[in-house]
């Protein structure tokens, strides 16, 4: 899956598709943005659909928090209790509220991670799931290199300016697309709000990313800002099966961070649908009946349907139907495969099966097949000939034995 999220940056493609007056998005145009830097992504496609200085190598401000929360979720057991560790803040940094300490589970360290942008909560899972921040930043810096962020580096788990912590537009869409498959994440994200236990306390935490109230469709993702990293933001939005990942960097506020975030959102939304590309039932082909002149159906054995630009067609071809049934078969039974493709790349295999049960031909089918029609009626008149020559023939008999015996009863009569 790692190497499909990679595959649509190497593609580069730009959908082209025409725009829907679904979700207020009338114009064919791509918006107008404050943003020096950002990304747009379908991941079903693999297409770019807007690019502005993508791979630029830029301050990230908490977004740095994305491989924070990644390498927790795949290293540490969300039920794990650990003690918190003692973050010295400046006045105007994000908290989730931690004291030194305190016992708190990693599930909510994460949520406040995400949601409130804890940087104390940031500092004591870098510790306490790497052993030492020092450490947990090069395991943060590995995982970056496996996945592929070529334009990326950190120097620390929270995201404060750094000279060696930055990222890209499309690095940050990359790891926002690989921890959306994770579920919990996913979920934590996509809340206003969460309730977190702390040294036995609950307290509830409000996410930072507006756009959730702003926008049913909007599903998260992360936001930061420092003073060298402007406004970021890195979003997430599905509508009617379609999926987006955005990211906007070094927006000069608040106010032009959610305006862009929102209309690069809304626009790539109505440029895609999710469509029917295959049906359950649908006759893809019609084989003839040995012996017969009859033919059965052949039909794809499940839905198929797939995210496609507006105006795309999605190609279905049949691989391996038979010309020509023989014998019995039962309904269901396979007698090929439907492929689904989208610009030449597989999406799917498909049984394609008999929709209903073939009976062999009869005997009487058999011969009706094996004799040409020409000769079949030969045959017929023949037959109907000589049973009338027969009749003609006993007859005449019958006739000439009437007839002796009348001659012998004259005969008998005259002596």
């Not at 560790?85 to 989730?96: G, K």
């Not at 804890?118 to 970056?144: P, Q």
């Not at 702003?214 to 060298?228: F, N």
């Not at 094996?370 to 019958?398: D, E, G, K, T, Y």
Request: charged residues 25%; hydrophobic residues 45%; contains cysteine.
């Amino acid at each position: 899956m790692i190497r499909l999220l990679l595959a649509f940056v190497a593609a580069g493609l730009v959908a082209l598709a025409a725009c829907s007056p679904a979700l207020a998005a009338k114009s064919a145009a791509a918006p107008s943005l404050q943003a020096p830097a950002a990304v747009l992504v379908q991941p079903d496609t693999e297409d770019v659909v807007l690019r502005r200085s993508a791979n630029e190598r830029r301050p990230i401000a908490s977004t740095t928090k994305l491989m924070t929360a990644l390498v927790t979720l795949e290293q540490a057991d969300l039920d794990d209790e650990v003690t918190a560790v003692r973050y010295n803040a400046l006045p105007a940094e994000s908290l989730m509220g931690l004291q030194a300490g305190d016992r708190v589970t990693i599930r909510d360290l994460v949520r406040g991670l995400l949601l409130a942008s804890g940087n104390d909560a940031a500092t004591t899972l870098a510790v306490r799931v790497g052993g030492s921040r020092r450490a947990f930043v090069r395991m943060m810096n590995r995982r970056a290199r496996e996945i592929g962020l070529s334009n990326t580096h950190y120097a620390n788990p929270v995201g404060l300016d750094d000279p060696g912590n930055y990222s890209s537009a499309m690095d940050l869409a990359k790891l926002a697309l690989v921890l959306m498959r994770n579920p919990f994440f996913a979920r934590t994200v996509d809340r206003q709000a969460a309730t977190v236990e702390i040294d036995g306390h609950k307290r509830t935490i409000v996410n930072r990313n507006t756009l959730l109230r702003e926008a049913k469709w909007v599903h998260g993702v992360k936001t930061g800002h420092t003073m060298q990293a402007g406004y970021v933001l890195v979003g997430a939005a599905s509508n009617k099966g379609v999926r987006l990942v955005s990211a906007v960097l070094g927006d000069p506020s608040e106010a032009a961070r959610d305006a862009d975030s929102l209309a690069l959102l809304k626009w790539g939304l109505a440029r895609y649908r999710r469509t029917t590309a295959l049906r359950k039932g649908q006759v893809l082909a019609r084989p003839k009946l040995a012996f017969r002149d009859q033919r059965t159906r052949l039909v794809a054995a499940r839905r198929v349907r797939a995210v496609a630009r507006k105006g795309e067609k999605l190609e279905v071809r049949v691989v391996g139907a038979p010309a020509e049934i023989s014998g019995s078969v039962p309904a269901g039974r396979r007698m090929g495969t439907i492929v689904v493709s989208r610009r030449g790349r597989e999406l799917a295999r498909v049984p394609l099966v008999t929709a209903t049960a073939v009976t062999a031909a009869s005997f009487t089918d058999k011969v009706d097949s094996a004799l040409p029609v020409p000769w079949v009626l030969i045959l017929v008149l023949a037959l109907l000939a000589a049973c009338s020559l027969l009749v003609v023939f006993r007859r005449r008999r019958q006739v000439r034995r009437r007839q002796t015996r009348a001659r012998r009863r004259g005969d008998t009569e005259t002596a």
